[in-house]
Protein backbone atom coordinates (compact mmCIF):
# COMPACT_ATOMS: atom_id res chain seq x y z
CA UNK A 1 0.00 0.00 0.00
CA UNK A 2 1.40 3.41 -1.45
CA UNK A 3 2.46 5.77 1.69
CA UNK A 4 0.10 8.52 2.87
CA UNK A 5 1.55 12.35 1.43
CA UNK A 6 2.48 13.32 5.04
CA UNK A 7 4.28 10.11 5.90
CA UNK A 8 7.65 10.90 4.56
CA UNK A 9 7.13 14.56 6.31
CA UNK A 10 6.64 12.93 9.71
CA UNK A 11 9.68 10.49 8.84
CA UNK A 12 11.65 13.11 8.00
CA UNK A 13 10.07 15.53 11.29
CA UNK A 14 10.95 12.75 13.46
CA UNK A 15 14.55 11.78 12.22
CA UNK A 16 15.32 15.50 12.57
CA UNK A 17 13.74 15.64 15.93
CA UNK A 18 16.11 12.31 16.76
CA UNK A 19 19.13 14.12 15.36
CA UNK A 20 18.44 17.06 17.89
CA UNK A 21 18.05 15.04 20.64
CA UNK A 22 21.13 12.78 19.94
CA UNK A 23 23.44 15.76 19.69
CA UNK A 24 22.72 16.20 23.72
CA UNK A 25 23.60 12.45 24.03
CA UNK A 26 26.80 13.85 22.18
CA UNK A 27 27.93 17.01 24.21
CA UNK A 28 27.06 15.50 27.35
CA UNK A 29 30.25 14.03 27.30
CA UNK A 30 32.37 17.32 27.16
CA UNK A 31 30.50 18.81 30.24
CA UNK A 32 30.03 15.71 32.45
CA UNK A 33 34.26 14.50 32.13
CA UNK A 34 35.81 17.71 31.15
CA UNK A 35 34.22 20.74 33.01
CA UNK A 36 32.31 18.52 36.27
CA UNK A 37 34.43 15.18 37.33
CA UNK A 38 37.11 13.97 35.62
CA UNK A 39 39.64 16.65 33.81
CA UNK A 40 38.70 19.74 36.33
CA UNK A 41 39.51 17.70 39.35
CA UNK A 42 42.79 16.06 37.79
CA UNK A 43 43.70 19.88 36.82
CA UNK A 44 43.23 21.08 40.14
CA UNK A 45 44.84 17.81 41.91
CA UNK A 46 47.96 17.84 39.27
CA UNK A 47 48.67 21.20 38.26
CA UNK A 48 48.58 22.80 41.70
CA UNK A 49 50.27 22.00 45.37
CA UNK A 50 46.74 21.86 47.04
CA UNK A 51 43.43 21.69 46.33
CA UNK A 52 42.23 25.71 47.38
CA UNK A 53 44.91 27.03 45.42
CA UNK A 54 43.50 24.08 42.32
CA UNK A 55 40.19 25.17 42.34
CA UNK A 56 41.12 29.26 42.22
CA UNK A 57 43.23 28.22 39.12
CA UNK A 58 40.40 26.46 37.38
CA UNK A 59 37.97 29.11 38.60
CA UNK A 60 39.89 31.62 36.68
CA UNK A 61 39.65 29.20 33.51
CA UNK A 62 35.81 28.45 34.11
CA UNK A 63 35.67 32.64 34.58
CA UNK A 64 37.48 33.90 31.07
CA UNK A 65 35.47 31.14 29.19
CA UNK A 66 31.83 32.65 30.24
CA UNK A 67 32.55 36.48 29.63
CA UNK A 68 34.15 34.94 26.33
CA UNK A 69 30.75 33.31 25.73
CA UNK A 70 28.96 35.99 27.02
CA UNK A 71 30.71 38.99 24.80
CA UNK A 72 29.97 36.45 21.46
CA UNK A 73 27.52 34.36 21.92
CA UNK A 74 24.14 37.26 21.31
CA UNK A 75 26.49 38.02 18.30
CA UNK A 76 26.32 34.46 17.07
CA UNK A 77 22.66 34.44 17.08
CA UNK A 78 21.64 37.15 15.34
CA UNK A 79 24.26 35.91 12.73
CA UNK A 80 22.96 32.55 12.80
CA UNK A 81 19.49 34.13 11.72
CA UNK A 82 21.29 35.61 8.95
CA UNK A 83 22.66 33.25 7.55
CA UNK A 84 22.18 30.03 8.80
CA UNK A 85 22.59 27.92 12.06
CA UNK A 86 23.60 24.28 10.57
CA UNK A 87 26.95 25.70 10.03
CA UNK A 88 27.66 27.61 12.60
CA UNK A 89 26.77 24.59 15.17
CA UNK A 90 29.07 22.42 12.84
CA UNK A 91 32.37 24.77 13.01
CA UNK A 92 31.48 25.13 16.91
CA UNK A 93 31.53 21.34 17.38
CA UNK A 94 34.77 21.26 15.50
CA UNK A 95 36.61 23.80 17.65
CA UNK A 96 35.71 21.89 20.51
CA UNK A 97 36.66 18.42 19.47
CA UNK A 98 40.29 19.56 18.42
CA UNK A 99 40.88 21.93 21.65
CA UNK A 100 39.66 19.18 23.83
CA UNK A 101 41.95 16.79 21.69
CA UNK A 102 44.74 19.34 22.78
CA UNK A 103 44.12 19.41 26.14
CA UNK A 104 45.00 15.97 26.48
CA UNK A 105 48.37 16.09 25.75
CA UNK A 106 49.55 19.43 28.36
CA UNK A 107 51.48 17.46 30.85
CA UNK A 108 51.64 19.14 34.45
CA UNK A 109 55.66 19.44 34.14
CA UNK A 110 55.73 21.02 31.08
CA UNK A 111 56.58 25.05 30.65
CA UNK A 112 53.90 27.27 30.87
CA UNK A 113 51.25 24.26 31.59
CA UNK A 114 48.71 25.70 34.04
CA UNK A 115 48.56 28.41 30.94
CA UNK A 116 48.72 26.30 27.55
CA UNK A 117 45.94 23.83 29.72
CA UNK A 118 43.58 26.65 31.04
CA UNK A 119 43.80 28.57 27.33
CA UNK A 120 43.08 25.07 26.03
CA UNK A 121 39.94 24.32 28.23
CA UNK A 122 38.79 28.48 27.26
CA UNK A 123 38.43 27.78 24.26
CA UNK A 124 36.99 24.52 24.39
CA UNK A 125 34.21 25.46 26.51
CA UNK A 126 33.31 28.89 24.60
CA UNK A 127 33.02 26.89 21.28
CA UNK A 128 31.04 24.24 23.13
CA UNK A 129 28.70 26.73 24.78
CA UNK A 130 28.48 29.45 21.48
CA UNK A 131 27.45 25.55 19.66
CA UNK A 132 24.06 25.27 22.14
CA UNK A 133 22.90 29.03 20.60
CA UNK A 134 22.86 27.42 17.84
CA UNK A 135 21.74 24.32 18.81
CA UNK A 136 18.63 25.60 21.15
CA UNK A 137 17.54 27.69 17.99
CA UNK A 138 16.24 24.70 16.42
CA UNK A 139 14.10 23.51 19.63
CA UNK A 140 10.62 26.13 18.22
CA UNK A 141 10.94 25.00 14.77
CA UNK A 142 11.01 20.78 15.84
CA UNK A 143 8.56 20.72 18.70
CA UNK A 144 5.08 21.75 18.43
CA UNK A 145 3.60 23.81 20.53
CA UNK A 146 2.49 21.69 23.03
CA UNK A 147 5.03 19.39 23.39
CA UNK A 148 7.96 21.46 23.65
CA UNK A 149 8.78 21.12 27.29
CA UNK A 150 8.45 17.19 27.10
CA UNK A 151 11.21 17.33 23.95
CA UNK A 152 13.44 19.67 25.75
CA UNK A 153 13.31 17.43 28.38
CA UNK A 154 13.78 14.15 26.44
CA UNK A 155 16.75 15.76 25.19
CA UNK A 156 18.33 16.76 28.35
CA UNK A 157 17.51 13.38 29.74
CA UNK A 158 19.05 11.54 26.78
CA UNK A 159 22.05 13.99 27.49
CA UNK A 160 22.53 12.84 30.79
CA UNK A 161 22.14 9.07 29.73
CA UNK A 162 25.32 10.03 27.20
CA UNK A 163 26.87 11.95 30.07
CA UNK A 164 26.68 8.58 32.35
CA UNK A 165 27.61 6.05 29.15
CA UNK A 166 30.55 8.07 28.32
CA UNK A 167 31.44 7.92 32.21
CA UNK A 168 30.73 4.10 32.83
CA UNK A 169 33.49 4.00 29.47
CA UNK A 170 36.21 6.25 31.53
CA UNK A 171 35.65 4.11 34.65
CA UNK A 172 36.57 0.69 33.04
CA UNK A 173 38.93 1.66 30.48
CA UNK A 174 41.22 5.04 31.82
CA UNK A 175 40.17 5.57 35.68
CA UNK A 176 41.73 2.18 37.06
CA UNK A 177 45.17 2.01 38.42
CA UNK A 178 45.80 -0.43 35.32
CA UNK A 179 44.28 0.97 32.48
CA UNK A 180 43.35 -0.92 29.85
CA UNK A 181 44.34 -1.33 26.47
CA UNK A 182 48.19 -0.34 27.63
CA UNK A 183 47.01 3.27 28.45
CA UNK A 184 50.20 4.87 30.41
CA UNK A 185 49.44 6.46 34.11
CA UNK A 186 52.87 8.98 33.75
CA UNK A 187 51.94 11.96 34.58
CA UNK A 188 48.22 11.13 34.72
CA UNK A 189 48.02 10.06 31.05
CA UNK A 190 45.46 7.92 31.71
CA UNK A 191 43.11 10.75 32.78
CA UNK A 192 44.00 12.98 30.84
CA UNK A 193 43.49 10.84 27.81
CA UNK A 194 39.54 10.61 29.03
CA UNK A 195 39.78 14.46 26.91
CA UNK A 196 40.42 12.24 23.74
CA UNK A 197 37.22 9.72 24.62
CA UNK A 198 35.33 12.69 24.71
CA UNK A 199 36.10 14.26 21.66
CA UNK A 200 35.81 11.18 19.79
CA UNK A 201 32.33 10.66 21.52
CA UNK A 202 31.28 14.22 20.95
CA UNK A 203 32.22 14.02 17.23
CA UNK A 204 30.69 10.13 16.48
CA UNK A 205 27.48 11.41 17.95
CA UNK A 206 26.72 14.69 16.58
CA UNK A 207 27.02 13.50 12.73
CA UNK A 208 23.14 13.22 12.70
CA UNK A 209 22.25 16.76 13.49
CA UNK A 210 25.45 17.88 11.32
CA UNK A 211 23.52 15.96 8.23
CA UNK A 212 19.43 16.14 9.14
CA UNK A 213 19.25 19.26 10.16
CA UNK A 214 17.73 21.70 8.29
CA UNK A 215 17.94 25.73 8.58
CA UNK A 216 14.71 27.60 7.74
CA UNK A 217 14.95 30.36 4.68
CA UNK A 218 17.36 32.85 6.80
CA UNK A 219 15.66 36.48 7.32
CA UNK A 220 19.07 38.64 5.41
CA UNK A 221 20.79 35.10 3.36
CA UNK A 222 22.65 37.88 1.99
CA UNK A 223 24.11 39.98 5.19
CA UNK A 224 25.67 37.44 7.17
CA UNK A 225 28.58 39.71 8.11
CA UNK A 226 30.04 41.21 11.41
CA UNK A 227 28.81 44.21 11.07
CA UNK A 228 25.21 43.45 9.87
CA UNK A 229 25.34 40.87 13.42
CA UNK A 230 26.07 44.30 15.16
CA UNK A 231 23.12 46.28 13.43
CA UNK A 232 21.04 43.47 14.08
CA UNK A 233 22.20 42.85 17.67
CA UNK A 234 21.08 46.68 18.59
CA UNK A 235 18.12 45.83 17.27
CA UNK A 236 17.66 42.61 18.92
CA UNK A 237 18.38 45.00 22.05
CA UNK A 238 15.61 47.39 21.33
CA UNK A 239 13.30 44.43 20.80
CA UNK A 240 13.15 43.02 24.23
CA UNK A 241 11.54 46.09 25.57
CA UNK A 242 8.48 44.91 23.51
CA UNK A 243 9.16 41.20 25.42
CA UNK A 244 9.55 42.69 29.15
CA UNK A 245 8.40 38.83 30.41
CA UNK A 246 11.75 37.28 28.23
CA UNK A 247 13.92 40.49 29.93
CA UNK A 248 12.70 39.73 33.28
CA UNK A 249 13.10 35.80 33.12
CA UNK A 250 16.49 36.12 31.02
CA UNK A 251 17.52 38.29 34.16
CA UNK A 252 16.62 36.16 36.66
CA UNK A 253 18.74 33.38 35.03
CA UNK A 254 21.53 35.37 35.33
CA UNK A 255 21.55 34.34 38.81
CA UNK A 256 20.19 31.16 39.44
CA UNK A 257 22.12 29.44 36.26
CA UNK A 258 25.10 30.59 37.45
CA UNK A 259 25.28 28.76 40.96
CA UNK A 260 23.66 25.75 38.82
CA UNK A 261 26.76 26.27 36.76
CA UNK A 262 29.18 26.64 39.37
CA UNK A 263 27.93 23.65 41.29
CA UNK A 264 28.44 21.68 38.17
CA UNK A 265 31.91 23.17 37.84
CA UNK A 266 33.56 22.84 40.97
CA UNK A 267 31.44 19.53 42.43
CA UNK A 268 34.22 17.35 41.70
CA UNK A 269 36.64 19.10 43.02
CA UNK A 270 34.53 19.93 45.77
CA UNK A 271 33.95 16.12 46.65
CA UNK A 272 37.90 15.69 45.94
CA UNK A 273 38.81 18.07 48.13
CA UNK A 274 36.17 18.34 51.25
CA UNK A 275 35.44 14.59 51.30
CA UNK A 276 38.39 12.69 49.78
CA UNK A 277 37.01 10.97 46.72
CA UNK A 278 38.97 9.12 44.88
CA UNK A 279 38.96 8.81 41.06
CA UNK A 280 37.16 5.98 40.97
CA UNK A 281 34.60 7.61 43.40
CA UNK A 282 34.54 10.30 41.58
CA UNK A 283 33.53 8.45 38.27
CA UNK A 284 30.89 6.83 40.10
CA UNK A 285 30.05 10.12 41.85
CA UNK A 286 29.32 11.18 38.53
CA UNK A 287 27.29 8.45 37.19
CA UNK A 288 24.99 8.79 40.31
CA UNK A 289 24.48 12.30 39.22
CA UNK A 290 23.51 11.35 35.67
CA UNK A 291 20.99 8.77 36.35
CA UNK A 292 19.36 11.25 38.95
CA UNK A 293 19.49 13.63 36.64
CA UNK A 294 18.25 12.21 33.19
CA UNK A 295 15.15 10.89 35.28
CA UNK A 296 14.33 14.11 36.44
CA UNK A 297 14.44 15.84 33.11
CA UNK A 298 12.55 13.66 31.80
CA UNK A 299 10.02 13.60 34.38
CA UNK A 300 9.51 17.17 34.84
CA UNK A 301 9.06 17.69 30.47
CA UNK A 302 5.38 16.89 30.87
CA UNK A 303 5.03 19.32 34.41
CA UNK A 304 6.34 21.31 32.08
CA UNK A 305 3.42 20.95 29.33
CA UNK A 306 0.71 20.89 31.82
CA UNK A 307 2.19 23.31 34.76
CA UNK A 308 4.02 25.97 32.73
CA UNK A 309 8.14 26.43 32.45
CA UNK A 310 7.87 29.18 35.47
CA UNK A 311 5.99 26.99 37.76
CA UNK A 312 9.18 24.03 36.85
CA UNK A 313 11.77 26.18 37.00
CA UNK A 314 10.63 27.47 40.52
CA UNK A 315 10.53 24.44 42.19
CA UNK A 316 13.47 23.38 40.96
CA UNK A 317 15.97 26.59 42.27
CA UNK A 318 13.98 25.77 45.78
CA UNK A 319 15.18 22.34 45.66
CA UNK A 320 18.98 23.26 44.19
CA UNK A 321 18.98 25.60 47.24
CA UNK A 322 18.09 23.33 49.85
CA UNK A 323 20.90 20.55 48.37
CA UNK A 324 23.28 23.63 48.28
CA UNK A 325 22.81 24.07 51.99
CA UNK A 326 23.19 20.52 52.88
CA UNK A 327 26.16 20.21 50.62
CA UNK A 328 27.80 22.84 52.34
CA UNK A 329 27.21 21.88 56.06
CA UNK A 330 27.41 18.12 55.34
CA UNK A 331 30.02 16.27 57.64
CA UNK A 332 30.30 12.94 55.97
CA UNK A 333 29.82 11.14 52.44
CA UNK A 334 26.93 9.99 52.81
CA UNK A 335 25.48 13.46 53.83
CA UNK A 336 27.47 15.08 50.48
CA UNK A 337 25.96 11.92 48.34
CA UNK A 338 22.07 13.33 49.53
CA UNK A 339 23.10 16.37 48.61
CA UNK A 340 24.57 15.09 45.46
CA UNK A 341 21.13 13.35 44.62
CA UNK A 342 18.96 15.90 44.70
CA UNK A 343 21.18 18.41 42.85
CA UNK A 344 21.05 15.72 39.96
CA UNK A 345 16.98 14.86 40.15
CA UNK A 346 16.48 18.92 39.95
CA UNK A 347 19.22 20.29 37.46
CA UNK A 348 17.52 18.12 34.62
CA UNK A 349 14.61 19.88 35.64
CA UNK A 350 16.00 23.59 36.00
CA UNK A 351 17.82 22.88 32.37
CA UNK A 352 15.53 21.74 30.43
CA UNK A 353 12.56 24.00 31.63
CA UNK A 354 14.55 27.18 31.31
CA UNK A 355 15.41 26.10 27.73
CA UNK A 356 11.53 25.54 27.00
CA UNK A 357 10.10 28.87 28.21
CA UNK A 358 12.93 30.70 26.75
CA UNK A 359 11.64 28.42 23.34
CA UNK A 360 8.13 29.69 24.09
CA UNK A 361 9.43 33.44 25.03
CA UNK A 362 10.93 33.52 21.28
CA UNK A 363 9.89 35.38 18.75
CA UNK A 364 9.52 33.57 15.05
CA UNK A 365 12.50 34.03 12.59
CA UNK A 366 13.88 35.30 15.33
CA UNK A 367 14.90 32.15 17.62
CA UNK A 368 18.83 32.18 17.83
CA UNK A 369 18.76 36.21 18.48
CA UNK A 370 17.23 35.29 21.57
CA UNK A 371 18.89 31.80 22.60
CA UNK A 372 22.12 34.18 21.84
CA UNK A 373 20.86 36.03 25.09
CA UNK A 374 19.92 32.86 26.38
CA UNK A 375 23.71 32.47 26.70
CA UNK A 376 24.16 35.45 27.11
CA UNK A 377 22.21 35.09 30.56
CA UNK A 378 23.90 32.19 31.53
CA UNK A 379 27.54 33.58 31.50
CA UNK A 380 27.40 37.62 31.76
CA UNK A 381 27.45 37.18 35.74
CA UNK A 382 28.58 33.37 35.87
CA UNK A 383 32.17 34.59 36.43
CA UNK A 384 30.99 35.77 40.20
CA UNK A 385 29.92 32.09 41.13
CA UNK A 386 33.13 30.54 40.17
CA UNK A 387 34.95 33.39 41.52
CA UNK A 388 33.56 34.22 44.37
CA UNK A 389 33.91 30.21 45.20
CA UNK A 390 37.73 30.64 44.57
CA UNK A 391 38.36 32.89 46.67
CA UNK A 392 36.50 32.02 49.47
CA UNK A 393 38.00 28.20 49.00
CA UNK A 394 41.26 30.00 48.82
CA UNK A 395 40.79 32.43 51.90
CA UNK A 396 38.70 30.11 54.31
CA UNK A 397 37.82 26.66 52.77
CA UNK A 398 35.31 24.94 50.21
CA UNK A 399 32.58 24.43 52.21
CA UNK A 400 32.30 28.55 52.47
CA UNK A 401 32.44 28.83 48.75
CA UNK A 402 29.71 26.31 48.11
CA UNK A 403 27.61 27.52 50.85
CA UNK A 404 28.19 31.23 49.02
CA UNK A 405 26.45 30.20 45.89
CA UNK A 406 22.96 29.92 47.79
CA UNK A 407 23.11 33.82 47.30
CA UNK A 408 22.23 33.03 43.45
CA UNK A 409 19.68 31.26 43.55
CA UNK A 410 17.77 33.31 46.17
CA UNK A 411 17.68 36.30 43.83
CA UNK A 412 17.43 34.11 40.85
CA UNK A 413 13.83 32.98 42.60
CA UNK A 414 12.82 35.94 43.32
CA UNK A 415 12.84 37.70 40.20
CA UNK A 416 11.53 34.29 38.70
CA UNK A 417 8.69 34.57 40.80
CA UNK A 418 7.41 38.19 39.50
CA UNK A 419 7.16 36.78 35.98
CA UNK A 420 3.73 36.71 33.75
CA UNK A 421 4.42 33.38 31.61
CA UNK A 422 0.91 33.59 29.85
CA UNK A 423 1.90 37.33 29.01
CA UNK A 424 5.57 36.15 27.46
CA UNK A 425 4.02 33.73 25.29
CA UNK A 426 0.99 35.61 23.64
CA UNK A 427 4.00 38.60 23.24
CA UNK A 428 5.88 36.14 21.37
CA UNK A 429 3.08 34.48 19.26
CA UNK A 430 1.84 38.45 18.59
CA UNK A 431 5.63 39.15 17.11
CA UNK A 432 5.04 39.51 13.29
Excluded at 99 to 116: C, G, K, Y
Aim: net charge positive; hydrophobic share 55%.
Amino acid sequence: MAAKPGDAERRTAGLQVGSWCLYDWANSAFTTLVVSFIYSAYFSDAFADDAGRGTALWSRGVTVSALGIAVLAPIAGVLADRGGRRRYLIVSALVCVAATVALAFVRPSQPNAVLTALTLFVVANVAYEIGLVFYNAFLPSLAPPGRIGRISGYAWGIGYAGGLSALAVALVVFVPETPLFGISTAEGFNLRATNLLVAGWFLLFSLPAFILLRDETPRDAGGASIRSAFAGLAATVRHLRRYRQAGLFLLARLFYNDGLVTIFAFGGIYAVGTFGFSFTQLVMFGIVINVAAGLGAAAFGILDDRAGGKFTVGISIAALAAATLLGAVAQTQAGFWTAAVLVGIFAGPNQAASRSLMARFAPPRHESEFFGFFAFSGKVTSFLGPLLLGVLSDVYNQRVGIASLLIFFLIGGVLLWRLDEREGIAAARAAT
